[in-house]
């Protein structure tokens, strides 16, 4: 059975890095079809698509994001991991990981989610 | 990016009760639309892909039919589990863009 787990800092200072790790287990992260990505949801936006890295490392970004964005994957550890520059209040959020099939547009398993919050 | 409408945002039902939650899509996205549940403090959970498609495991009561703009999810006998909110997600292209929800609270 896949299992994913989020896991990282649930408080971060107004523009530091926020980087969240996925710890996927019962599945090769490195295993054809499917991809790896993040979504995020909070009140005021909903559910939000953030990143997806797929099994050959192309990664893909929602454009208002792209540019505080990186996403990685390291298959030794069977993680893959998120950062976000700059943080702001508007990124206060409920952070998800996800496994993703259908060129990463299809979230099919889900972590428990990860509770972030920007704030001094 | 393409924008996802449902409506309503809330319907209350009771146990029994066939429900029916539609979704349109800002431009033509084909059959590249998925549902998803939602409980209070869990993960969403996906319930069908590609319009139609039952995922593995997500019982036969619900449905998904549509095709271009508009889509529906319905639930044919409500079950107390069936007590959520539900997401539609257009997988047509990237950035994949979701709904704004939709409540199903007990009537």
């Known amino acids: 059975q896949v299992q994913l787990q989020e896991s990282g800092p649930g408080l971060v200072k107004p523009s530091e890095t926020l980087s969240l790790t996925c710890s996927v287990s019962?599945?090769?992260?490195?295993?054809?079809?499917?991809?790896w990505g993040w979504i995020r949801q909070s009140p005021v936006k909903g559910l939000e698509w953030i990143a997806s890295i797929s099994d050959s490392g192309n990664t893909y970004f929602t454009p208002s994001l792209k540019s505080r964005v990186t996403i990685s994957v390291d298959s030794s550890k069977n993680q893959f991991s998120l950062k976000l520059r700059s943080v702001t209040a508007a990124d206060t959020a409920l952070y998800y990981c996800a496994r993703q099939f259908s060129w990463g547009r299809v979230m099919d398993v889900w972590g428990k989610g990860t509770t972030v919050a920007v704030s001094s | 990016d393409i924008q996802m409408t449902q409506s309503p945002s809330s319907v209350s039902a009771s146990v029994g009760d066939r429900v029916t939650i539609t979704c349109r899509a800002s431009?033509?996205?084909?059959?590249?639309l998925a549902w998803y549940q939602q409980k209070p403090g869990k993960a969403p959970q996906l319930l069908i892909y590609?319009?139609?498609s039952l995922q593995s495991g997500v019982p036969s009561r619900f449905s998904g039919s549509g095709f271009g703009t508009d889509f529906t999810l319905t639930i044919s006998s409500l079950q107390p589990d069936d007590f959520a909110t539900y997401y539609c997600q257009q997988s047509n292209s990237l950035p994949p863009t979701f709904g704004g929800g939709t409540k199903v609270e007990i009537k």
């Open positions: 431009q033509d996205i084909s059959s590249w």
């Open positions: 019962g599945h090769s992260i490195s295993s054809s079809p499917y991809y």
């Open positions: 590609s319009a139609s």
